[in-house]
């Protein structure tokens, strides 16, 4: 299983119409929110599956950067 700590970015004031969208894909957690950045951890079966779901987050509306913190695999 790969865990990946990601901080998601969004515009200004936009955090409304973000949350309920994280909330929609699978496997995402949401760890804390501050100003305009959402604290989020992923899993999935493996990284690139992981990288599956990062590639969606980029293209939700209102978000303007993903940064991957930390990740790792574990059997």
């Given at each position: 299983m790969a865990?990946?700590s990601?901080?998601?970015?969004?515009?200004?004031?936009?955090i409304?119409q973000?949350?309920?969208?994280?909330?929609?894909?699978?496997?995402?957690?949401?760890f804390?929110v501050?100003d305009?950045?959402i604290?989020t951890?992923?899993e999935?079966?493996t990284l690139?599956?992981?990288?599956d779901?990062?590639k969606?987050l980029?293209d939700l509306?209102?978000?303007?950067?993903?940064?991957?913190?930390?990740?790792?695999?574990?059997?």
């Amino acid at each position: 299983m790969a865990i990946v700590s990601v901080v998601v970015e969004i515009e200004e004031n936009s955090i409304e119409q973000v949350l309920p969208e994280l909330g929609k894909i699978p496997n995402i957690s949401v760890f804390g929110v501050k100003d305009n950045q959402i604290v989020t951890v992923i899993e999935g079966e493996t990284l690139v599956s992981v990288n599956d779901i990062i590639k969606k987050l980029s293209d939700l509306e209102r978000v303007t950067g993903v940064y991957p913190v930390y990740a790792g695999e574990h059997a």
